[in-house]
């Protein structure tokens, strides 16, 4: 394993990976801290930077459907929807999710960080592939 640190507008890496796991920031791409970033073109990076089979694992936290990034930067949360349309925008193939960090119980009105919550929010987990 090799960190790498640099701008996300000049994402690059010296060899292909198997392999790019981002976890519970990417609804942070769209907030104003980062630009925001060029969503689009980062993730045309991420495939380009991915060996052919390759996986993108994103987790994050989930807002309600049909918010779209309504939620982003004040309750750090993202539609999953909208995660799974820019993604396969960029040539990825929904390989699988999971439930597993799902939570019913999690209305999506509260911050992440907020006590009533934090730790236990309703999450996503995309398993995306990089097709041959």
């Known amino acids: 394993m090799t960190v790498l640190t640099g701008a996300l507008t000049d994402f690059h890496i010296p060899q292909k990976l198997d392999l790019i796991w981002m976890a519970q920031n990417y609804h942070d791409l769209h907030d104003s801290f980062l630009g925001p970033a060029n969503v689009a073109a980062l993730n045309r990076a991420f495939f380009n930077a991915l060996k052919p089979g390759g996986f993108f694992l994103v987790i994050d936290h989930a807002a309600a459907p049909g918010s779209g990034l309504r939620d982003t930067e004040t309750l750090h949360r993202i539609d999953p929807a909208r995660i799974k349309s820019e993604i396969e925008a960029a040539g990825f193939v929904l390989e699988s999710e999971s439930e597993v960090l799902r939570n019913a119980a999690d209305d999506h009105r509260l911050t992440v960080f ?19």
């Open 114 to 132: 907020d006590p009533l919550i934090r730790g236990r929010t309703d999450q996503i987990a995309f398993l995306f592939r990089r097709p041959q």
